[in-house]
């Protein structure tokens, strides 16, 4: 008897444990930006991230260069309904980053060069979690996806990945970032289907 494969489409099986309810696979990488793309040059570029007793650490595009990359390769789900799987990303791991960064804080607001923000808890960008990106699919990180480098927090709907990402604030209180403001879910779990407040 033939093993009937249910959505194969001659690239490989469809993995239907990768989708998270809700969701439907998709093999473009959608755009979705609030507002224009910042146009943010590398020898502008900086990272900041301050700390709830005022410290703050940055790192310019070199001393960003200067740390040691990881290439993960992750699954994408935004909260408009589309995953992308096994995208392949280049960047630091917030691990790196955070390493000497002394703080009792449970909570970043993310902001970006354009003003986007986004909230997220610090634990969820620690432990192998999150990355700062600049490559994608052996590229460059284009600007319409975030370039010069983007938050990725790929286990979060993609909202929390905030492209041009410029500062890390963490923060003793959560405050909802642009999404959280306008009635999306504060935390996000793709696999609780957490799209808005309330789910
Ligand atoms: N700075 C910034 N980051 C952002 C956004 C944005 O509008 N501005 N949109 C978010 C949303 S809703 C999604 S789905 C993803 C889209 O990323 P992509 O355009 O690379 O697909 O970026 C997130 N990060
Ligand atoms: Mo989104």
Same mark, same amino acid.
């Given at each position: 008897m033939a093993i009937i494969s249910r959505? #194969?489409?001659?690239?490989?099986? #469809?993995?239907? %444990?990768k989708l998270p309810p809700g969701q439907y696979e998709t093999t473009s990488f959608p755009v979705l930006s609030a507002g224009p793309t910042p146009r943010v040059q590398r020898d502008d570029w900086e990272l900041s991230v301050t700390t709830e007793t005022g410290q703050r650490h940055t790192w310019d595009w070199s001393a960003l260069m200067a740390l040691p990359a990881e290439s993960p390769t992750v699954d994408l789900h935004c909260v408009t309904k589309w995953s992308k799987f096994d995208t392949e990303w280049k960047g630091v791991s917030l691990d790196v980053l955070l390493e000497n960064v002394e703080t009792d804080a449970e909570h970043v607001l993310v902001t970006s060069y354009g003003g986007y923000t986004t909230n997220i808890p610090l634990t969820d960008l620690l432990d192998g979690k999150a990355w700062i990106v600049y490559g994608y699919d052996g590229g460059d990180l284009t600007p319409e996806h975030g370039g010069p480098a983007r938050l990725l927090v790929?286990? +979060?709907? +993609?909202?929390?990945? %905030?492209?041009w990402v410029r500062g890390l604030e963490l923060r003793q209180s959560d405050v909802p970032g642009f999404w959280e403001g306008a009635g999306y879910h504060n935390y996000g779990d793709p696999w609780r289907e957490q799209r808005y407040q309330g789910d």
């Open positions: 959505g #194969f489409h001659g690239r490989r099986p #469809f993995d239907s %444990a790929p286990h +979060l709907y +993609l909202w929390k990945s %905030a492209k």
